[in-house]
């Protein structure tokens, strides 16, 4: 199984600011996703990021918004830039590991005033 | 494209009844099938998956789900609940090349003690 961490846990956000946001794996993947899941919703995918290349956003999702890194196979950010409310949700890491196994982080809970 | 669809919002159970959770997915080659829960508080975790065999899959805590491919479903069930099931539940696919999961709107199970 692969374990992720993210950085910070939680966090609370003036508007027009951004928020940088940190996964970590304990092992090399391939795969790596960021997903959002608002209040009361489903998890939606942002979009895949890719080692040594941009990352693939899905619909409604843009780069500019959501500006993501991928320095090696164990480390990836996502930057919320110029948050308002509604950006406000809970933003997950997520890893393909061995098996198709797909695992999850703890989640970063986001709050913009 | 992939959708999944999960036929019950919300769901109320008293203890020891018997619960079945429906999911039909749209998808039209071969797809890897789960099902995850979130504790409140707590992040996801895999209950069970599908990727080929039997598609009778048993998962933890005694829950099973059954992949019919006609239907398109993949419908997770458990002949008794505890309260501790009580929970939100997601059914999602993925395409076994492709890694992106897709989730769908989740079900909230709460069972009464």
């Known amino acids: 199984s692969a374990v992720i961490s993210q950085k910070p846990s939680r966090d609370i956000c003036q508007r027009g600011t951004s928020l940088t946001i940190q996964c970590q794996v304990d092992?090399?993947?391939?795969?790596m996703f960021w997903y959002r899941q608002q209040p009361g919703q489903s998890l939606t995918l942002i979009a895949t990021?890719?080692?040594?290349?941009?990352?693939?956003?899905e619909s409604g999702f843009v780069i500019d918004k959501f500006p993501i890194s991928r320095p090696n196979l164990t480390f990836s950010t996502l930057t919320v830039s110029n948050m308002s409310p509604e950006d406000s949700s809970i933003y997950l890491c997520?890893?393909?590991?061995?098996?198709?196994?797909?695992?999850f982080g703890p989640g970063t809970r986001l709050t913009v005033l | 494209a992939q959708s999944v669809s999960q036929h019950n919002h919300h769901v109320i159970l008293s203890e020891a009844a018997s619960l079945e959770l429906g999911c039909n997915y749209s998808?039209?080659?071969?797809?890897?099938l789960f099902w995850y829960v979130q504790y409140p508080g707590q992040h996801l975790q895999l209950l069970l998956k599908?990727?080929?065999?039997?598609?009778l899959v048993k998962g933890i805590k005694g829950f099973e789900a059954e992949f019919i491919k006609s239907k398109f479903s993949f419908n997770l069930r458990k002949p008794s609940v505890q309260w501790s099931d009580t929970a939100e539940y997601f059914c999602?696919?993925?395409?076994?090349?492709?890694?992106?999961?897709?989730f769908g709107a989740g079900t909230r199970l709460f069972v009464k003690a």
């Open positions: 998808y039209g080659g071969t797809v890897n």
């Open positions: 997520s890893v393909v590991g061995q098996n198709n196994e797909q695992f």
């Open positions: 999602a696919v993925n395409d076994p090349g492709g890694f992106k999961t897709i």
């Open positions: 990021a890719n080692q040594g290349s941009e990352a693939t956003y």
């Open positions: 599908y990727f080929s065999g039997d598609p």
């Open positions: 092992s090399q993947v391939t795969m």
